[in-house]
């Protein structure tokens, strides 16, 4: 009798190391797997330090692991699934945002293109005044040039 007593004893010291492995991993404090917040049967295995399969000897254990894991699996969705909508949100507003300043820009471009233009159509105006008045006063040179210009004297010549 004394035997079953010590296997129950050692089987209750097994069951609440897997209860703490099971907290350590869902708490996110892990010391014997790696903390990537995977949860499964193994890694509580493996965190209780337990040989290969032997979760599965404490089957009421695996249904309230697997009830946890489930649970958790179906919040952490949740939780994803809140953050991609918020995400997808954030995308959905700096798209609208560079848009606004793509238009902005092509504006920007389009009144810069017109003052140029104007710039350039004044500049046009000005070299062709500039050109007429060259030939203006090349036409009265070569007219002052055929007229002969006698001086005039004023007062008494000595």
Known sequence: MS???TSSERGEITKQRLEDALQRLIDG????TPNDG???????NKEAGLSSGGIYYYSDF????????NSLKTKNASLTYKAGKISIDRLRAQRDKERELKERYRLQRDDIKKFCDQVIARNANLEFSL???LE???ALQAELNKVK????????QS
Not at 149 to 156: D, L, M, N, S, W
């Open 136 to 138: 203006e006063i090349e």
């Open 62 to 69: 695996v249904e309230k692991a697997r009830k946890e894991i």
């Open 38 to 44: 995977k949860l499964n049967l193994s890694r509580i």
């Open 131 to 133: 050109y007429e008045a």
């Open 149 to 156: 210009v006698v001086g005039i004297e004023r007062g008494k």
């Open 29 to 32: 404090n892990p010391e014997r």
């Open 3 to 5: 035997i079953q007593n």
